[in-house]
């Protein structure tokens, strides 16, 4: 077994795919020890401005829970050497493509000073829930498959563009569980429940663990055990094509 280390540099949606990832992480071969950077609602052009203000406006959180201090993004580059680097867009910003530049070019410039081994991983995020009542879903025309293709087509595009080898398909997870099982995944339209969250956390896992099945599969207090490995073998399958 080995262990492997993850910042994330994000925003909710890092911290919706984080929430189980380490607990899951420990039925497998491949430990994941897990830090986020949280900002609500946080952009690739607010990352960057953060950088240049100098500020610590980040929420800490390892291994899905918040430590309750506040950090720079400099902080977590410095604090120990990191395996993996994550990258990815606010959601209402995630299926538009010329949202990511030159920000996410700027980005990996400001993580390549301090970080100049760790691979970079882009963290492809979830399409809001059909008929979300939210003026940010009118990009994609209140339309769920709209913004998903959106978000495919621009994530698809990024990662060829910057060359990024890895990708953790969240999104993907999560709209192919909806086509599934319905609705059910969103707990306000745009954030994940628990069962949303499991799902993404199975997608992070399955992604660093050569997509093999969990020898031993952690079941939150309160979920379905049997759904849990339904969900598990929905993510292997949806990773295998």
Not at 48 to 72: A, D, L, Q, R, V
Request: hydrophobic share 35%.
């Amino acid at each position: 077994m080995k262990t492997i280390n993850i910042l994330m540099i994000g925003n909710s949606f890092s911290v919706d795919a984080a929430r189980y990832t380490h607990e899951l992480s420990l039925g497998g071969d491949t430990v994941i020890e897990l830090g986020v950077l949280y900002v609500g609602g946080c952009s690739l052009e607010q990352h960057i401005g953060f950088i240049k203000e100098g500020s610590s406006p980040y929420e800490w959180f390892i291994n899905g829970e918040s430590t309750g201090k506040y950090i720079s993004l400099k902080d977590a580059l410095l604090m120990k050497k990191w395996d993996y680097i994550t990258l990815q867009q606010v959601s209402v910003f995630s299926g538009l493509k010329d949202t990511f530049y030159p920000y996410i070019n700027e980005l990996i410039d400001y993580v390549r000073e301090y970080q100049k081994t760790a691979t970079l991983v882009l963290h492809k995020t979830w399409a809001y829930e059909e008929n979300f009542d939210n003026e940010n879903f009118k990009w994609y025309h209140y339309n769920k498959d709209e913004m998903y293709e959106c978000i495919c087509k621009t994530y698809d595009y990024v990662q060829k563009d910057l060359n990024i080898k890895v990708i953790i398909r969240s999104g993907d997870a999560i709209y192919e569980a909806i086509n599934k099982y319905g609705s059910r995944f969103h707990k306000d339209g745009f954030h994940l429940n628990d069962e949303g969250r499991y799902i993404a956390a199975l997608t992070f896992v399955h992604t660093f663990n050569n997509n093999q099945m969990l020898e031993r599969l952690y079941i939150p207090e309160g979920f379905d055990k049997n759904q849990c490995f339904e969900y598990e073998k929905l993510v292997s399958n949806m990773l295998s094509k």
